[in-house]
Protein backbone atom coordinates (compact mmCIF):
# COMPACT_ATOMS: atom_id res chain seq x y z
CA UNK A 1 0.00 0.00 0.00
CA UNK A 2 3.17 2.38 0.72
CA UNK A 3 4.54 2.05 -2.32
CA UNK A 4 1.26 2.51 -3.90
CA UNK A 5 0.52 5.57 -2.48
CA UNK A 6 3.87 6.90 -3.81
CA UNK A 7 3.40 6.50 -7.04
CA UNK A 8 -0.07 7.76 -7.07
CA UNK A 9 1.58 10.89 -5.37
CA UNK A 10 4.51 10.84 -7.59
CA UNK A 11 1.83 10.25 -10.80
CA UNK A 12 -0.06 13.15 -9.21
CA UNK A 13 2.64 15.53 -9.20
CA UNK A 14 3.99 15.04 -12.58
CA UNK A 15 -0.17 15.64 -13.88
CA UNK A 16 -0.34 18.81 -11.67
CA UNK A 17 3.26 19.90 -13.36
CA UNK A 18 1.60 18.93 -16.97
CA UNK A 19 -1.31 21.41 -15.81
CA UNK A 20 0.92 24.21 -15.05
CA UNK A 21 2.53 23.85 -18.30
CA UNK A 22 -0.29 23.82 -20.57
CA UNK A 23 -2.59 26.22 -19.17
CA UNK A 24 0.81 29.02 -18.49
CA UNK A 25 1.63 28.60 -22.37
CA UNK A 26 -2.57 29.36 -22.61
CA UNK A 27 -2.46 32.64 -21.04
CA UNK A 28 0.48 33.27 -22.69
CA UNK A 29 -1.10 32.99 -25.93
CA UNK A 30 -3.71 35.10 -25.18
CA UNK A 31 -4.07 38.65 -27.42
CA UNK A 32 -4.52 40.47 -23.59
CA UNK A 33 -1.75 42.56 -22.56
CA UNK A 34 -1.81 42.86 -18.31
CA UNK A 35 0.53 45.74 -18.38
CA UNK A 36 -2.53 47.93 -20.35
CA UNK A 37 -5.13 46.54 -17.61
CA UNK A 38 -2.98 47.58 -15.03
CA UNK A 39 -1.97 51.24 -16.52
CA UNK A 40 -5.48 51.88 -17.81
CA UNK A 41 -5.98 52.65 -21.23
CA UNK A 42 -5.61 56.60 -20.23
CA UNK A 43 -1.48 55.38 -19.88
CA UNK A 44 1.65 56.31 -22.07
CA UNK A 45 3.03 53.55 -24.11
CA UNK A 46 6.45 54.33 -21.75
CA UNK A 47 3.91 53.39 -18.47
CA UNK A 48 2.74 50.14 -20.29
CA UNK A 49 6.57 49.56 -20.92
CA UNK A 50 8.12 49.95 -17.72
CA UNK A 51 4.98 47.75 -16.33
CA UNK A 52 5.82 44.85 -18.66
CA UNK A 53 9.91 44.73 -17.41
CA UNK A 54 8.44 45.11 -14.09
CA UNK A 55 6.12 42.01 -14.32
CA UNK A 56 8.95 40.42 -15.90
CA UNK A 57 6.74 40.06 -19.17
CA UNK A 58 9.25 40.65 -21.63
CA UNK A 59 11.25 37.18 -20.74
CA UNK A 60 11.54 34.62 -22.55
CA UNK A 61 8.76 32.25 -22.32
CA UNK A 62 10.59 29.93 -20.57
CA UNK A 63 12.05 32.15 -18.24
CA UNK A 64 8.74 33.10 -16.91
CA UNK A 65 7.37 29.34 -16.83
CA UNK A 66 10.41 28.74 -14.63
CA UNK A 67 10.27 31.66 -12.61
CA UNK A 68 6.29 30.96 -12.04
CA UNK A 69 7.38 27.37 -10.89
CA UNK A 70 10.27 28.05 -8.49
CA UNK A 71 7.64 30.66 -6.60
CA UNK A 72 5.28 28.10 -6.72
CA UNK A 73 7.42 25.17 -5.25
CA UNK A 74 7.89 28.10 -2.53
CA UNK A 75 4.39 28.64 -1.71
CA UNK A 76 4.05 31.80 -3.74
CA UNK A 77 1.01 32.20 -6.61
CA UNK A 78 1.96 35.60 -7.44
CA UNK A 79 0.19 38.87 -6.46
CA UNK A 80 -3.16 39.67 -8.65
CA UNK A 81 -2.36 41.81 -11.04
CA UNK A 82 -6.02 44.26 -10.52
CA UNK A 83 -6.49 43.59 -7.09
CA UNK A 84 -2.97 44.25 -5.67
CA UNK A 85 -2.89 40.85 -3.16
CA UNK A 86 -1.62 37.87 -2.90
CA UNK A 87 -2.97 35.16 -5.00
CA UNK A 88 -3.27 32.28 -2.22
CA UNK A 89 -4.51 35.57 0.60
CA UNK A 90 -7.58 35.38 -2.10
CA UNK A 91 -8.09 32.09 -2.91
CA UNK A 92 -8.14 31.16 0.88
CA UNK A 93 -10.79 33.99 1.62
CA UNK A 94 -12.86 32.18 -1.00
CA UNK A 95 -11.84 28.97 -0.28
CA UNK A 96 -14.17 28.39 3.17
CA UNK A 97 -17.57 29.23 1.28
CA UNK A 98 -16.97 26.64 -1.78
CA UNK A 99 -15.92 24.17 0.30
CA UNK A 100 -19.11 24.25 2.24
CA UNK A 101 -21.37 24.80 -1.27
CA UNK A 102 -18.83 21.67 -2.35
CA UNK A 103 -20.03 19.33 0.88
CA UNK A 104 -23.70 20.53 1.16
CA UNK A 105 -23.85 19.74 -2.69
CA UNK A 106 -21.92 16.05 -2.84
CA UNK A 107 -24.69 14.82 0.25
CA UNK A 108 -27.87 16.31 -1.57
CA UNK A 109 -26.58 15.09 -4.88
CA UNK A 110 -25.82 11.49 -2.97
CA UNK A 111 -28.88 11.76 -1.03
CA UNK A 112 -31.51 12.29 -3.80
CA UNK A 113 -29.41 10.32 -6.79
CA UNK A 114 -28.71 6.78 -4.36
CA UNK A 115 -31.98 6.70 -3.28
CA UNK A 116 -33.51 7.02 -7.17
CA UNK A 117 -30.77 4.43 -8.14
CA UNK A 118 -31.87 2.12 -5.52
CA UNK A 119 -35.28 2.62 -6.34
CA UNK A 120 -35.03 2.62 -9.75
CA UNK A 121 -32.80 -0.26 -9.70
CA UNK A 122 -35.43 -3.01 -7.32
CA UNK A 123 -38.79 -1.47 -9.55
CA UNK A 124 -37.17 -2.30 -13.08
CA UNK A 125 -38.98 -1.92 -16.29
CA UNK A 126 -42.28 -0.69 -13.31
CA UNK A 127 -43.88 2.94 -14.18
CA UNK A 128 -41.80 3.71 -10.92
CA UNK A 129 -38.72 2.76 -12.93
CA UNK A 130 -39.49 5.05 -16.41
CA UNK A 131 -40.74 7.93 -13.48
CA UNK A 132 -37.17 8.44 -11.87
CA UNK A 133 -35.07 8.08 -15.24
CA UNK A 134 -37.18 10.56 -16.84
CA UNK A 135 -36.50 12.93 -14.02
CA UNK A 136 -32.68 11.96 -13.76
CA UNK A 137 -33.08 12.92 -17.67
CA UNK A 138 -34.36 16.02 -16.94
CA UNK A 139 -31.97 16.63 -13.75
CA UNK A 140 -28.60 15.66 -15.84
CA UNK A 141 -29.86 18.15 -19.19
CA UNK A 142 -31.22 21.55 -16.90
CA UNK A 143 -29.22 24.52 -17.28
CA UNK A 144 -27.56 25.45 -13.89
CA UNK A 145 -28.91 28.37 -14.09
CA UNK A 146 -32.36 27.76 -15.29
CA UNK A 147 -32.38 25.48 -11.64
CA UNK A 148 -31.20 27.97 -10.16
CA UNK A 149 -33.60 30.38 -11.36
CA UNK A 150 -36.53 28.51 -10.83
CA UNK A 151 -35.73 27.91 -7.13
CA UNK A 152 -35.05 32.07 -6.20
CA UNK A 153 -38.33 32.51 -7.82
CA UNK A 154 -40.18 29.73 -5.87
CA UNK A 155 -38.90 29.49 -2.93
CA UNK A 156 -37.16 33.07 -2.16
CA UNK A 157 -39.48 35.21 -4.03
CA UNK A 158 -42.61 33.39 -3.98
CA UNK A 159 -42.98 31.67 -1.15
CA UNK A 160 -40.02 33.69 1.09
CA UNK A 161 -38.38 30.59 2.68
CA UNK A 162 -35.26 31.60 1.79
CA UNK A 163 -32.95 34.76 1.27
CA UNK A 164 -32.39 35.85 -2.15
CA UNK A 165 -28.95 35.16 -2.11
CA UNK A 166 -25.87 35.93 0.10
CA UNK A 167 -23.62 33.77 2.27
CA UNK A 168 -23.02 33.82 6.43
CA UNK A 169 -26.14 31.23 7.37
CA UNK A 170 -27.81 27.65 6.70
CA UNK A 171 -30.78 29.43 4.80
CA UNK A 172 -28.59 31.09 2.09
CA UNK A 173 -26.86 27.49 1.73
CA UNK A 174 -29.99 25.51 0.94
CA UNK A 175 -31.19 26.75 -2.38
CA UNK A 176 -27.32 26.73 -4.13
CA UNK A 177 -26.87 23.61 -2.15
CA UNK A 178 -29.91 22.21 -3.74
CA UNK A 179 -29.52 23.28 -7.55
CA UNK A 180 -26.00 21.70 -7.61
CA UNK A 181 -27.62 18.50 -5.78
CA UNK A 182 -30.62 18.37 -8.50
CA UNK A 183 -28.10 18.90 -11.82
CA UNK A 184 -25.50 15.92 -10.31
CA UNK A 185 -28.90 13.55 -8.48
CA UNK A 186 -29.18 12.58 -12.47
CA UNK A 187 -25.65 10.81 -13.49
CA UNK A 188 -25.61 9.12 -9.40
CA UNK A 189 -29.10 7.41 -9.86
CA UNK A 190 -28.34 6.53 -13.46
CA UNK A 191 -25.42 5.16 -12.43
CA UNK A 192 -26.20 3.88 -9.39
CA UNK A 193 -29.21 1.33 -11.12
CA UNK A 194 -27.05 -0.15 -14.04
CA UNK A 195 -24.67 -0.95 -11.05
CA UNK A 196 -27.69 -2.17 -8.99
CA UNK A 197 -29.04 -4.24 -11.97
CA UNK A 198 -25.38 -5.18 -12.68
CA UNK A 199 -24.90 -6.99 -9.04
CA UNK A 200 -28.47 -8.26 -8.86
CA UNK A 201 -27.83 -10.50 -11.58
CA UNK A 202 -24.49 -11.58 -9.62
CA UNK A 203 -24.66 -15.43 -8.45
CA UNK A 204 -23.86 -14.67 -5.42
CA UNK A 205 -26.51 -12.98 -5.46
CA UNK A 206 -28.79 -15.46 -5.98
CA UNK A 207 -26.79 -18.05 -3.50
CA UNK A 208 -27.46 -15.45 -0.66
CA UNK A 209 -31.38 -15.91 -1.50
CA UNK A 210 -31.14 -19.37 -1.72
CA UNK A 211 -29.92 -19.52 1.47
CA UNK A 212 -32.49 -17.98 3.30
CA UNK A 213 -31.35 -14.59 4.06
CA UNK A 214 -34.16 -11.70 3.63
CA UNK A 215 -33.94 -9.61 0.48
CA UNK A 216 -33.15 -6.31 3.20
CA UNK A 217 -30.12 -8.19 3.78
CA UNK A 218 -29.09 -9.32 0.87
CA UNK A 219 -29.45 -5.98 -0.47
CA UNK A 220 -27.71 -4.22 2.58
CA UNK A 221 -24.59 -7.00 3.07
CA UNK A 222 -24.05 -7.77 -0.48
CA UNK A 223 -25.33 -5.85 -3.04
CA UNK A 224 -24.87 -2.02 -2.28
CA UNK A 225 -21.00 -2.82 -1.39
CA UNK A 226 -20.66 -4.19 -4.75
CA UNK A 227 -22.74 -1.75 -6.38
CA UNK A 228 -21.54 1.63 -4.87
CA UNK A 229 -17.51 1.56 -5.96
CA UNK A 230 -18.32 2.93 -9.16
CA UNK A 231 -20.10 6.08 -7.23
CA UNK A 232 -16.72 6.62 -5.03
CA UNK A 233 -14.84 7.10 -8.65
CA UNK A 234 -17.62 9.84 -8.81
CA UNK A 235 -17.22 11.66 -5.67
CA UNK A 236 -13.94 11.80 -6.06
CA UNK A 237 -13.81 13.77 -9.38
CA UNK A 238 -17.28 15.79 -8.27
CA UNK A 239 -14.48 17.26 -5.97
CA UNK A 240 -12.59 19.21 -8.28
CA UNK A 241 -15.28 19.70 -10.54
CA UNK A 242 -17.21 21.45 -7.74
CA UNK A 243 -14.55 23.42 -7.11
CA UNK A 244 -13.82 24.38 -10.53
CA UNK A 245 -17.46 24.11 -12.22
CA UNK A 246 -19.56 26.26 -9.83
CA UNK A 247 -18.88 29.77 -11.31
CA UNK A 248 -23.09 29.68 -12.52
CA UNK A 249 -24.71 28.72 -9.29
CA UNK A 250 -22.03 30.95 -7.22
CA UNK A 251 -22.83 34.06 -9.53
CA UNK A 252 -26.97 33.68 -9.10
CA UNK A 253 -26.65 33.24 -5.46
CA UNK A 254 -24.20 35.34 -5.03
CA UNK A 255 -22.03 32.92 -2.81
CA UNK A 256 -18.43 34.32 -2.75
CA UNK A 257 -16.52 31.01 -3.78
CA UNK A 258 -13.19 30.40 -5.70
CA UNK A 259 -15.73 30.20 -8.45
CA UNK A 260 -17.12 33.63 -8.81
CA UNK A 261 -13.72 35.00 -8.13
CA UNK A 262 -12.65 32.73 -11.13
CA UNK A 263 -14.84 34.35 -13.07
CA UNK A 264 -13.79 38.05 -12.31
CA UNK A 265 -10.30 37.01 -13.18
CA UNK A 266 -11.27 35.84 -16.58
CA UNK A 267 -13.13 39.21 -17.28
CA UNK A 268 -10.53 41.08 -16.60
CA UNK A 269 -7.39 38.63 -17.42
CA UNK A 270 -6.06 38.87 -14.37
CA UNK A 271 -3.13 35.52 -14.93
CA UNK A 272 -2.35 35.35 -11.39
CA UNK A 273 -5.29 35.09 -10.29
CA UNK A 274 -6.57 32.23 -13.00
CA UNK A 275 -3.45 30.27 -12.64
CA UNK A 276 -4.20 30.08 -8.93
CA UNK A 277 -8.03 28.99 -9.29
CA UNK A 278 -6.83 26.47 -11.73
CA UNK A 279 -4.00 24.73 -9.91
CA UNK A 280 -6.23 24.46 -6.57
CA UNK A 281 -9.08 23.05 -8.61
CA UNK A 282 -6.44 20.69 -10.25
CA UNK A 283 -5.42 19.77 -7.01
CA UNK A 284 -8.69 18.92 -5.74
CA UNK A 285 -9.12 16.68 -8.78
CA UNK A 286 -6.07 14.61 -8.59
CA UNK A 287 -6.22 14.15 -4.64
CA UNK A 288 -10.12 13.75 -5.13
CA UNK A 289 -9.19 10.49 -7.59
CA UNK A 290 -6.47 9.18 -5.45
CA UNK A 291 -8.91 9.53 -2.20
CA UNK A 292 -11.49 7.07 -4.54
CA UNK A 293 -8.26 4.96 -5.19
CA UNK A 294 -7.80 4.41 -1.66
CA UNK A 295 -10.83 3.98 -0.46
CA UNK A 296 -12.32 1.40 -2.98
CA UNK A 297 -10.26 -1.55 -1.44
CA UNK A 298 -11.55 -0.84 1.85
CA UNK A 299 -15.04 -1.01 0.88
CA UNK A 300 -13.93 -4.11 -1.43
CA UNK A 301 -11.09 -6.01 -0.82
CA UNK A 302 -10.96 -7.86 -4.32
CA UNK A 303 -9.45 -4.80 -4.98
CA UNK A 304 -5.98 -4.75 -5.40
CA UNK A 305 -3.30 -2.31 -4.92
CA UNK A 306 0.00 -2.59 -7.24
Known amino acids: MHSYVLRRLLESALILLGITLVTF ?3 YLLPAD ?8 SATAETVANIRDQLGLND ?5 YGRYLWNLFQGDMGRSYLQRAEVSELIASRLPASLLLMLAAIVTELLIGLTIGIIAALRRNRPVDHTLMIFSFVSISAPQFVIGILLLYVFAVQLGWFPIGGYGTFAHLVLPALTLGFLGAGWYSRMMRSSMIEVLRQDFVRTAAAKGLSKGR ?3 RHVLPNAILPIIAMIGIDIGLFMSGIVVVESVFGWPGIGQLAWQAIQRVDIPVIMGVTMVSATAIVLGNLLADLVAPLIDPRIKTK
Open 218 to 220: IIL
Open 60 to 64: PLFVQ
Open 34 to 41: PARQIAGR
Open 25 to 27: VLL
